[in-house]
Structure formats: structure tokens, C-alpha cells
């Protein structure tokens, strides 16, 4: 896990630019963060993650553009703009790390998904292999716009949960 660590009581208390980098970390959107501090305090951190869960759905077309844009495409390290949830990023894409094959599959799927659809693949990496991620990568290609939409906020929510939740238990 990433070197990122915010107790619950400091979530629920401290300035919002004292949580901004932290935040980054979980979800790049501004709009995101605000939506989760607008609901503070939280009793418990299964509260301050069903929240967060919640903003992400929440964001507008652009916003959830904009919080996707902060993410590496699937097979590739982050660096550079990606570089807020780049600890996170390594360690969800752990499991990636895969065969010649697989990895070409990958960088041709990212970028037919992307001539598609607009923005990068994105799915929680967390706990999934190559050949999975692949194998999602490839039934997504078959959505309409609209279905990959909610697809993609819905993996933008689980993945910025499971961030919040492993900063949260620092």
C-alpha cells in the first residue's frame, strides 16, 4: 500500500486543502472531493467510503472525464499526469504484469477501447490477473456508449473506495 494515511477524525476535521493531495490520491476529481467533504462528519469509515462510492456516481459526464484521465491505461506504469494515485496504481496493477502475448493484447485493446470510447479502460486491477482484466477488456468493446459509461463510473467508485478504505485504515 501506498505511503498515504488520513484517520477518520482528520477527514472529518481538517481543512480541505489539508486533504487535497491526500484526496488526489484516491480520486483526482475536484469535484469528487468536494462532494465527499460536503458530507462531513462521517461515524465510521464504512460511512466515509460509502460516500466517496457514492460522489463518484454522483459526478457529471465531464467530471467522471476528467477523474478517468487521472488513471494509467491497464499494463502501463503511471508517471507524469498520473502521477497523484501512482503508488495506488502500482500496487492495484500488481497482478498485470503478463506474458508477451497478453501484454500486446493489452496495449491493443487500450487502444481500441480508447479510439471507441474516448477515454482509458478502466477496471479495479485489485485482486484480478492479466488474462481477466483482458477478458474484460474485450467483452467492454461490445457496450454501447452509454452502458460503458455507467460501467466505468461504476469500476471509478469501486477503485476510489478501496483507496479511501486502505488510506482510512493507514
Known amino acids: ?15 480541505p486543502d489539508e486533504l487535497a ?6 480520486n483526482t476529481s ?5 462532494r465527499l467533504l460536503a458530507g462531513r462528519p462521517y461515524a465510521g469509515t464504512d460511512d466515509a467510503v460509502a460516500a466517496a462510492e457514492k460522489a463518484v ?11 478517468l484521465a ?5 499494463g502501463e506504469r503511471p508517471g507524469g499526469a498520473h502521477a497523484d494515485g501512482a503508488g495506488f496504481s502500482r500496487t ?14 493489452l496495449t491493443t485493446g487500450n487502444a481500441a477501447y480508447e479510439q471507441r470510447f474516448g477515454h482509458v479502460f ?7 490477473g492479466a488474462a481477466e482484466i483482458l477478458a474484460e ?15 466505468a463510473a461504476a469500476q471509478l467508485a469501486e477503485i476510489t473506495a478501496l483507496r479511501l478504505r486502505q488510506v482510512l485504515a493507514g
Open 137 to 151: 477488456l474485450e467483452r467492454r468493446l461490445g457496450n454501447d456508449a452509454a452502458t460503458e459509461r455507467a460501467e
Open 122 to 128: 478502466l477496471i479495479r486491477a485489485a485482486g484480478r
Open 70 to 74: 487521472g488513471h494509467p491505461r491497464i
Open 1 to 15: 500500500m501506498p505511503d498515504v494515511v488520513l484517520t477518520l477524525d482528520r477527514l472529518n476535521t481538517a481543512a
Open 57 to 67: 456516481l454522483d459526478l457529471s459526464p465531464d467530471e467522471i472525464d476528467a477523474a
Open 21 to 26: 493531495a491526500v484526496l488526489r490520491a484516491c
Open 92 to 105: 492495484e496493477q500488481s497482478g498485470v504484469d503478463a506474458g508477451t502475448d497478453t501484454a500486446t493484447a
Open 30 to 34: 475536484a469535484a469528487w472531493a468536494a
